[in-house]
C-alpha cells in the first residue's frame, strides 16, 4: 500500500470519527445520511430530468385542451386545472428537496 493511500484512509477514519454530533444522537442515522447523499444526488437528477421530459409536454397539451362541455361537472375546465396540478406536484416531488439523505 503506497503511503498516497495509506494517508487517505487515516484522513478518512479521522473524518468519519467526527460524524457524532451529540450523545444523545445515535450514530447510524448520521452515517447513513451522509452516505446516501451522493447516491440520492446522483439517482434524482436523471429521475428530476426525466420528469420534466414528460411535465412540459403534459402541461402544454392541457393548456390547449378545452374541457368537453358533455363532461358532467367539468364546465369550468376543472379535469385540466386539476391535472396541472398533479403535473406540478410531480415535478416539485422529484426535482424539489430533500438534496441530502436523512435518517
Known sequence: ?????????LALALIAGCTRAS???????VVTGAI????LIALKAPFCAATLVVAGPITALTELAAPSPVAPGD?????TAAL??????????????????GP
Open 1 to 9: 500500500m503506497s503511503i498516497r493511500c495509506a494517508a487517505a484512509l
Open 23 to 29: 450523545r444523545d444522537e445515535p450514530v447510524a442515522p
Open 36 to 39: 446516501g447523499t451522493p447516491f
Open 75 to 79: 364546465y369550468d375546465g376543472a379535469f
Open 84 to 101: 396541472r396540478g398533479e403535473v406540478a406536484d410531480g415535478v416539485r416531488q422529484n426535482c424539489g428537496p430533500p438534496y441530502i439523505a
